[in-house]
C-alpha cells in the first residue's frame, strides 16, 4: 500500500521499538518507555523476536525511514482495538490515513469482524481521521472508580440468589444477554449490530476470566439477571465488566445490590478497587453507580468500525 513515495510495510525486528514509540504516542513518554521495553521484553520470552500474533504492527517508511506506525490488537469476540496512527512532523500527507487503511485491512484479514477506538472527547483531528475511514461515534463512555474504604464489609443480603456461572452454560447466558440487552440505555446504536456470542467471548477477554465470578441473577428461581466481574492481577484491581437485568424486573433496586454484592467480592479478594465502564448518556445507571461510592475519573468517545462498512 502506498501514497506518492510512502510505503507501509511491517517492521523490521530492529525496528519495532521505534514503531511502538510511534504508535502509543498517546502514552505518556515515561509511562510508554517502560511498556514498550515491557512489552518487548514479554515477546522476546514467548516468541523470539517475533511481534506478538495478536498485534498488528505496521510502519510507514519514506526512502527507507521510518515516519509513523499504527498499531491495533486482536481481542476476544472478535474485536480489534484500534489506536490512531502516530506520524512525524514533515511525514507526507496522507500518511496517517495509509498507515489507519493498512492497520484495518490487517484486522478484517485476521477475522476481526469489528474496530473499536477510544479518543478524548474533543472530537479533534484523530477523531476526524477515524470517522473518514468508515469509524462511527456511537457513544461517549464514563470510566468509575469505587476504592475499597467504600466496600461493604459483608455480603449484602438479597432477595436475589447469585447462581455462579460454569464451564457449558454458555447457551444460558447468551439468552439472558439478549433479554437483558432489550430497551437498555446502556450504548443502545450497539443493539442488532454486534453477535452475542462475540460480545460474551469479549466479556471473557476482559481481565483474567474466572467463571467463578459471573453469576446469573435469580428470583423465584428464574433468571432475571446477570453479573460479570474479572480481576486485573497485575494492578489489584477488579472489573465490573457487565451488570444487566430483565425488563420485567428493573425499577426494584436490585441493580444497586448487584453491585454493592460486586464490591463485596472484590474487597473480600483484596481488590483495592472496583472499575466500570457506562455509556455517558445512561443517567439512571451512572446515579445508581455514585449512590454505590463510585466517581468519575475519565471520559472516552468510543468509535465503531464494522468489517466490510470501511469508507
Known amino acids: 500500500m502506498t501514497d506518492s513515495n510512502v510505503n507501509i510495510e511491517r517492521p523490521a525486528a530492529a525496528e519495532i521499538a521505534l514503531g511502538l514509540d510511534l504508535a502509543w504516542r498517546h502514552i505518556a513518554p515515561p509511562q510508554r518507555a517502560a511498556q514498550i521495553e515491557r512489552t518487548i521484553s514479554e515477546w522476546r520470552a514467548q516468541w523470539g523476536s517475533q511481534i506478538d500474533p495478536a498485534t498488528i504492527l505496521l510502519v510507514a517508511r519514506v526512502d527507507g525511514r521510518v515516519v ?158 446477570c453479573l460479570l466481574l474479572t480481576e486485573h492481577p497485575e494492578h489489584r484491581q477488579w472489573e465490573l465488566v457487565y451488570v444487566g437485568l430483565v425488563p420485567e424486573v428493573r425499577g426494584r433496586g436490585w441493580g444497586i445490590e448487584a453491585v454493592r454484592r460486586a464490591q463485596a467480592l472484590a474487597g473480600g479478594a483484596g481488590a483495592t478497587c472496583l472499575l466500570l465502564a457506562v455509556d455517558a448518556a445512561n443517567e439512571p445507571a451512572i446515579a445508581m453507580y455514585a449512590a454505590a461510592g463510585f466517581t468519575a475519573w475519565d471520559r472516552r468517545s468510543v468509535l465503531f468500525r464494522f468489517a466490510g462498512r470501511g469508507a
Open 68 to 225: 509513523g506506525a499504527a498499531s491495533a490488537q486482536l481481542l476476544g469476540g472478535g474485536t480489534a482495538m484500534l489506536a490512531p496512527p502516530g506520524v512525524e512532523a514533515g511525514a507526507p500527507p496522507g500518511t496517517a490515513r495509509c498507515l489507519l487503511d493498512g492497520v484495518l485491512s490487517e484486522a478484517d484479514r485476521a477475522g476481526a469482524r469489528m474496530a473499536q477506538a477510544l479518543l478524548p472527547v474533543d472530537h479533534g483531528p484523530d477523531f476526524e481521521l477515524l470517522t473518514s475511514a468508515g469509524c462511527e461515534h456511537l457513544a461517549d463512555l464514563l470510566y468509575m472508580v469505587a476504592l475499597a474504604r467504600t466496600f461493604p464489609e459483608h455480603v449484602p443480603e438479597s432477595p436475589l440468589e447469585f447462581e455462579p456461572f460454569a464451564p457449558g452454560q454458555e447457551p444460558r447466558m447468551l439468552a439472558l444477554l439478549e433479554r437483558t440487552y432489550q430497551a437498555t440505555r446502556d450504548c443502545p446504536r450497539l443493539n442488532g449490530l454486534r453477535n452475542t456470542a462475540d460480545v460474551l467471548e469479549g466479556y471473557r477477554a476482559a481481565g483474567r476470566f474466572d467463571p467463578g465470578r459471573w453469576f446469573f441473577l435469580r428470583h423465584d428461581r428464574t433468571d432475571v439477571g
